[in-house]
C-alpha cells in the first residue's frame, strides 16, 4: 500500500480521513489553461496528493505571467517553455509520487474526447467562454463534474458544475459574451490574490468531491470583488432552464461543429483566420476603447484592425478574425481569447 504519511495533516481532519486521501490518491483530474488559475489550483492538487494530473495549456510563458502565475521563474521563461511543460517539472519536484502529465495542446472539438478521456473531474483555468462551453458540454455528456472559475481586474467568479444535480453553466449564461463584450486579463488587468481566491476555491472544492464529499461541495455561484471586498455568494440551484438542451436534451452543440469555432492557416500570409459561429454582431466602438491601451487600434463600418506587436489583428463585426504574426493554430486562438474574448 501507499505511504500516504506526507498526507498527515489532511489525513487527520475529520471530513479527510485516510479513507478520503486514499480516494483523493486514486483520482484523475485535468486542468485546463495553467495560467493566474490552473497554476494555483495546480499547485493546491499536487501538494493535496491527486494521484494523475493533466496539465493542458497551448500558450508559452512570458514575463508577465510571473506577477500571478505561481508556478513558474525567470529561467522558466528564459527557456521559452510551454506553460504545461515548465508547471509539470516544477510539480515533479514537489511532489514525485504522483502523475503528472503535460500536455502543450489546444482544447478543442477535435481534440477533447483525446485530451480529456478517463479523467474524473475538469478544472478549469482558460481565459475564455469557448473552451468553457466546449468542457460543460464534455461534462454534461460523461456525468462527470467541472470547477468553472474566471478572475479579471478585481473581481471573480466561481462554481462547481455537477451533472444532472443543478444548473450548468449553459443555464447559468446561456450564451458566451460576444467577442469585445468580455473583459480579459490582457487588456483590463489582474491582481493576483483575485486569481489566489478563486483558484483555491476551485481546488477546495476539488478536494470535496475527490474524497467522496460531494454533498459537501458549494453549490453556490460565488461573485467577489477583493478591491471592495465585496464577496456574494448566489443560490442558484433553481435555475436549471428548462429549455437547456445540454440539461434537458442531452443535445452538446459545443462538441459538434454547431458551435466551435474554426481555425484556418493563411498559407503564405503568416496569418491565421478565426472564424467564429456568433449571433449578432460585434461593438467596434466599446472593442476599440478596450484595446487602445494595448496598441494602436482603427475601425470602419467593417472591420476593426489593432496592432499589438508583434500581432495585427482583424476582426469583422460577425467574429471572424485575422491574427498575423503567426501561423500557429493554437497561438492565434490565444491571441483571440486574449484580446477579442469570447
Ligand atoms: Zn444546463
Given at each position: 500500500?501507499?505511504?500516504?504519511?506526507?498526507?498527515?495533516?489532511q489525513i487527520i481532519l475529520p471530513e479527510i480521513g485516510e479513507e478520503g486521501q486514499k480516494r483523493i490518491s486514486e483520482s484523475h483530474v485535468a486542468?485546463?489553461?495553467?495560467?493566474?488559475?490552473?497554476?494555483?489550483?495546480?499547485?493546491?492538487?499536487?501538494?493535496?496528493?491527486v494521484g494523475k494530473l493533466r496539465l493542458i495549456d497551448r500558450d508559452f510563458l512570458d514575463l508577465n505571467n510571473l506577477q500571478r502565475q505561481v508556478l513558474f521563474d525567470e529561467e522558466d521563461v528564459r527557456e521559452n517553455l510551454p506553460k504545461a511543460v515548465a508547471a509539470e517539472r516544477k510539480l515533479s519536484k514537489i511532489n514525485s509520487e504522483i502523475k503528472i502529465e503535460a500536455i502543450p495542446a489546444d482544447l478543442n472539438l477535435e481534440t477533447v474526447d483525446e485530451l480529456l478521456k478517463e479523467v474524473q473531474l475538469v478544472v478549469?483555468?482558460?481565459?475564455?467562454?469557448?473552451t468553457r462551453f466546449l468542457i460543460n458540454d464534455f461534462s454534461l455528456r460523461g456525468r462527470i463534474p467541472w470547477i468553472y472559475g474566471g478572475a479579471v481586474g478585481t473581481r471573480g467568479l466561481a462554481y462547481v458544475i455537477l451533472p444532472g444535480e443543478g444548473p450548468c453553466l449553459r443555464c447559468l449564461f446561456e450564451e458566451a459574451p460576444k467577442p469585445g463584450e468580455f473583459e480579459?486579463?490582457?487588456?483590463?488587468g489582474i491582481l493576483a490574490p483575485v486569481s489566489h481566491w478563486i483558484a483555491s476555491f476551485q481546488a477546495m472544492e476539488t478536494i470535496k468531491i475527490l474524497a467522496g464529499r460531494k454533498e459537501s461541495a458549494d453549490r453556490r455561484?460565488?461573485?467577489?470583488d477583493l478591491w471592495k471586498n465585496e464577496w456574494k455568494a448566489l443560490e442558484v440551484s433553481a435555475f436549471v432552464k428548462e429549455l437547456c438542451s445540454g440539461c434537458k436534451m442531452r443535445d452538446y452543440p459545443y462538441l459538434t461543429r454547431e458551435r466551435g469555432s474554426r481555425t484556418v492557416t493563411l498559407c503564405g500570409r503568416n496569418a491565421v483566420q478565426i472564424l467564429q459561429n456568433l449571433k449578432g454582431t460585434i461593438n467596434f466602438q466599446n472593442l476599440a476603447r478596450k484595446l487602445s491601451p494595448s496598441g494602436a487600434v482603427k475601425y470602419n463600418d467593417y472591420l476593426l484592425k489593432a496592432s499589438i506587436s508583434p500581432y495585427e489583428i482583424t476582426v469583422f463585426p460577425n467574429g471572424r478574425a485575422i491574427i498575423q504574426g503567426t501561423q500557429d493554430e493554437a497561438e492565434a486562438k490565444s491571441v483571440y481569447a486574449k484580446y477579442i474574448g469570447g
Open positions: 500500500m501507499k505511504d500516504l504519511s506526507r498526507y498527515q495533516r486542468i485546463v489553461g495553467l495560467g493566474a488559475l490552473g497554476s494555483v489550483s495546480a499547485n493546491l492538487l499536487a501538494r493535496a496528493g478549469d483555468g482558460t481565459d475564455n467562454f469557448e480579459t486579463c490582457d487588456v483590463t455561484l460565488w461573485r467577489i
